[in-house]
């Protein structure tokens, strides 16, 4: 039986991989403080499966010295981490302390116990605002928030330490993650500011507000353009990645998106035509730290770790409808 650490995971990612690793017969010990994700969902996920899960509730920020894993550790797959880029820009110190320094922190403690497969949670935002679209890995990184910052930041680090530890790493720059396990037994944070959690919660309650943030972009209609891939094709990812890693030493940087860009209009209009019924919404000015387009090339994904996205949005759709009406929303 493999061991495989996982950092951060009580969120909704996190989570999402814990359940996929146990099911197929990993042992699993995940590093979690549960200040941004929550203990529910491991919980969850410990008493519908008997498999080897341990949960350690620990900061990265404090003595790693006190997290003892007395067996080989066979992978490290790294997801704990600030993600609100309009909160990085009211916290940028805490930003960069829990996301840059709790990974180099991190990072010491894997050499320490010899852990030779890391593969890191990074973003599309590192990129910025490219006129390339879709982004290849070799376009120039040019992040404009404080988030987007300390993950570039962080993936520089990650690069010096693969050339003098011996420590093997893919960073797998994800672009816009959504949907749900089939079973609807957990799922994201039901309060997320992201744009398909806000759909939702904008369907079953009519008193709440859907806000699109500008409408002025140089896009089809005016709103910003993403990629959105579903959470399931994201987990399998790690899995590819942890196997590239086998036989592949160094740092190594992947995209993970579906190639296919959709304004916030379209996605509204989709999600419209999976329920049958229309949506209001408000436009508001654009956030700092927003950009127009931003659409993946996995091109290389596909080629050097054999990943492809499976699942299209209107799955994203039906699976995210289940997981909230699980949680007790009803169609006001």
Not at 86 to 114: I, R
Not at 128 to 139: K, L, Q, R
Not at 150 to 170: A, P, W
Not at 185 to 209: K, M, N, T, W
């Amino acid at each position: 039986m493999k061991n495989i650490v996982v950092t951060g995971g009580g969120g909704y990612i996190g989570s999402h991989m814990v359940f996929d690793l146990l099911q197929r017969g990993y042992r699993v010990f995940v590093i979690d403080n549960f200040s941004t994700s929550t203990r529910e969902r491991l919980e969850k996920i410990q008493k519908h499966t008997d498999k080897k899960l341990q949960i350690i509730e620990h900061s990265l920020m404090d003595n790693l010295d006190d997290i003892k894993i007395r067996c080989e550790i066979d992978g490290l797959i790294h997801f704990a981490a600030y993600k609100s880029v309009p909160e990085s820009f009211e916290k940028p110190d805490e930003y960069y302390q829990n996301n840059v320094c709790g990974t180099a922190k991190l990072l010491e403690w894997a050499v320490n116990h010899n852990v030779k497969k890391f593969v890191y949670s990074s973003s599309s935002a590192v990129y910025g605002d490219t006129e390339n679209v879709p982004i290849v890995e070799s376009e120039s990184t040019n992040p404009i928030s404080p988030y987007a910052k300390s993950k570039l930041f962080t993936e520089n680090i990650l690069k010096d330490v693969c050339n003098t530890k011996g420590v093997n790493c893919v960073s797998l720059r994800y672009f816009n993650v959504a949907g749900n396990i089939s079973s609807g037994l957990f799922g994201d944070d039901l309060h997320s500011p992201a744009i398909i959690p806000s759909i939702l919660r904008a369907y079953f309650q009519e008193d709440v507000d859907l806000e699109i943030y500008g409408n002025n972009y140089n896009t089809k209609d005016g709103t910003p353009v993403r990629d959105f891939v579903h959470i399931l094709d994201l987990v399998e990812a790690h899995f590819k990645a942890l196997e590239f890693l086998e036989s592949n030493e160094g740092f190594h940087i992947f995209n993970i998106g579906t190639k296919e860009g959709y304004s916030l209009l379209e996605l509204i209009e989709t999600f419209e035509e999976v329920v049958g019924e229309n949506l209001k919404y408000e436009i508001k000015e654009p956030r700092e730290g927003d950009i127009p387009i931003s659409i993946a090339d996995s091109s290389k994904a596909k080629e050097l770790l054999g990943w492809q996205p499976q699942r299209a949005l209107r799955d994203i759709f039906t699976s995210m409808l289940k997981y909230y009406e699980s949680q007790g929303f009803r169609k006001e």
